[in-house]
Antibody, heavy 119, light 108 residues
Framework: EVQLVESGGGLVKPGGSLRLSCAAS????????MNWVRQAPGKGLEWVSS????????YYADSVKGRFTISRDNAKNSLYLQMNSLRAEDTAVYYC????????????WGQGTLVTVSS | EIVLTQSPGTLSLSPGERATLSCRAS???????LAWYQQKPGQAPRLLIY???SRATGIPDRFSGSGSGTDFTLTISRLEPEDFAVYYC?????????FGQGTKVEIK
């Protein structure tokens, strides 16, 4: 059974930093691209970042480019999102997602971790 | 960036009725790389359809997807009580991957 468990969310002040982690199990982690998508309270879904299986290809939404860094550790079956210079508009539930094989649709989702940026 | 516009914003239907949801892209979606997701309150979204028309694992056959180019449709042939939720389309043909704003299917 595929499981994705996010951690690291919480309350942070504007301008602060936070590192999200996602522990993956139930599939060959090193064979799949991974992703982060966020959802602000009461709003729709916003893609944040994607990383290919070997970290060769990395993509970011313009809204987070230069502030967020996605990474992965295939030996630890883990995905990360380093978030710097956080803004109020970054407040959202952040989901860790597994991609379909060789593609960027999202076939498994974690339950999400809430990030709140507020003074 | 490809903008996806979903319509209608809200669909009010009764159980047993047919639901037709639309997703229109601002430019052609490469290779029909279009997916549909269902989200219920307090839950993470769930993949329903990928490649415009392929059902994901475990998805009932009352859910079907169609379309190509800029116009895509999700059809639920007969609504079950558990199908009342918000539905999102997503294109993954060109970065940045983008989502539609969602269609809420509510009980009439």
């Amino acid at each position: 059974e595929v499981q994705l468990v996010e951690s690291g969310g919480g309350l942070v002040k504007p301008g602060g930093s936070l590192r999200l982690s996602c522990a993956a199990s139930g599939f060959t982690f090193s064979s799949y691209s991974m992703n982060w998508v966020r959802q602000a309270p009461g709003k729709g879904l916003e893609w944040v970042s994607s990383i290919s299986s070997s970290s060769s290809y990395i993509y970011y939404a313009d809204s987070v480019k230069g502030r967020f860094t996605i990474s992965r550790d295939n030996a630890k079956n883990s995905l990360y999102l380093q978030m710097n210079s956080l803004r109020a508009e970054d407040t959202a539930v952040y989901y860790c997602l597994k991609s379909g094989y060789g593609s960027y649709y999202f076939d498994y989702w974690g339950q999400g971790t809430l990030v709140t940026v507020s003074s | 960036e490809i903008v996806l516009t979903q319509s209608p914003g809200t669909l009010s239907l009764s159980p047993g009725e047919r639901a037709t949801l639309s997703c229109r892209a601002s430019q052609s979606v490469s290779s029909s790389y279009l997916a549909w997701y269902q989200q219920k309150p307090g839950q993470a979204p769930r993949l329903l359809i990928y490649g415009a028309s392929s059902r994901a694992t475990g998805i009932p056959d009352r859910f079907s997807g169609s379309g190509s180019g800029t116009d895509f449709t999700l059809t639920i042939s007969r609504l079950e009580p558990e199908d009342f939720a918000v539905y999102y389309c997503q294109q993954y043909g060109d970065s940045p991957w983008t989502f539609g704003q969602g269609t809420k299917v509510e009980i009439k």
